[in-house]
T-cell receptor, first 116, second 110 residues
């Protein structure tokens, strides 16, 4: 099973709202990712968690706040977003790279976010 | 900055033909290479991965890797209209980073 689930599928929020995106995987993967994808562009890395610790933050604005409550769950808390933050938000997971090794990354279905 | 380059297309092929998608990468230390298929409005789906030089076949898909030339390709045999999508090449980097090309849009015409 290579399933990563995300909720909600769609989200519309105002610029003053607070909302959260959720992601879950049960593949035993220890690395989890948030990506943002705009139309006709490749996924853009936002955050990486490795063994439940934040290992990469690609200089993402603080209005995006990630959280990894346990090895299966990943959240992205949203606050005071701008209309330009409207995009497809993708969660992904993989085995964690410990030194040398090969591993595949699997994406969830994404949350389509619209900021009004 | 590690780069992954793809021709943006669109690449148009008739149904039943072989579609050939190409990707080059800049980091000679890269070890893992991936092809994702993405339908419009959907998330990327992993369809092939390859780690060793040579060919890897899975059904109608063949991934080819040439590390000396820093080149990876995807061949789709007997192309079907349902193969019409954007194909993303990805290369693993350090510290759990994956680098994506900009994608090649494939159109398979009935």
């Amino acid at each position: 099973d290579t399933e990563v689930t995300q909720t909600p599928k769609h989200l519309v929020m105002g610029m003053t709202n607070k909302k959260s995106l959720k992601c879950e995987q049960h593949m035993g993967h220890r690395a989890m990712y948030w990506y943002k994808q705009k139309a006709k562009k490749p996924p853009e890395l936002m955050f990486v968690y490795s063994y439940e610790k934040l290992s990469i933050n690609e200089s993402v604005p603080s209005r995006f706040s990630p959280e990894c409550p346990n090895s299966s769950l990943l959240n992205l808390h949203l606050h005071a977003l701008q209309p330009e933050d409207s995009a497809l938000y993708l969660c992904a997971s993989s085995q964690d790279r410990l030194g040398e090794g090969y591993y595949e990354q699997y994406f969830g279905p994404g949350t389509r976010l619209t900021v009004t | 900055q590690k780069e992954v380059e793809q021709n943006s297309g669109p690449l148009s092929v008739p149904e039943g033909a072989i579609a050939s998608l190409n990707c080059t990468y800049s980091d000679r230390g890269s070890q893992s290479f991936f092809w994702y298929r993405q339908y419009s409005g959907k998330s990327p789906e992993l369809i092939m991965f390859i780690y060793s030089n040579g060919d890897k076949e899975d059904g109608r898909f063949t991934a080819q890797l040439n590390k000396a030339s820093q080149y990876v390709s995807l061949l789709i045999r007997d192309s079907q209209p349902s193969d019409s999508a954007t194909y993303l090449c990805a290369v693993n980097g350090d510290f759990n980073k994956f680098y994506f090309g900009s994608g090649t849009k494939l159109n398979v015409k009935p």
